[in-house]
C-alpha cells in the first residue's frame, strides 16, 4: 500500500513539520518503511529541498 501526499498549492514547510511528520513515522516504522510507502508529489524546490535534506540525515 503507498500513501500520497500531495504538497501541490503548499509555498512552504517548516523543519519542525518534517520532524514531527516524517522523522516521526521514521522512528516508528524504520527509515526504508517509510521511504517504500510514501509518495510525495506537487512539490516546489523549496519544499523538495527541505525533504531530500532531512531524509538524507536520517538515511546516514
Known amino acids: 500500500m ?3 501526499l500531495d504538497f ?3 509555498s ?3 523543519s519542525s513539520f518534517v520532524n514531527s ?5 521514521a ?5 526504508d518503511k517509510v521511504k517504500s510507502t510514501i ?3 506537487g512539490v516546489n524546490r523549496q519544499i523538495a529541498n527541505i525533504l ?3 531524509m538524507t540525515r536520517m538515511a546516514a
Do not use: A, E, M, P
Open 21 to 25: 511528520s516524517f522523522v516521526q513515522l
Open 8 to 10: 501541490s498549492g503548499v
Open 39 to 41: 509518495v510525495i508529489k
Open 12 to 14: 512552504n514547510i517548516t
Open 52 to 54: 531530500r535534506n532531512r
Open 2 to 4: 503507498l500513501l500520497t
Open 27 to 31: 522512528d516508528d516504522f524504520g527509515y
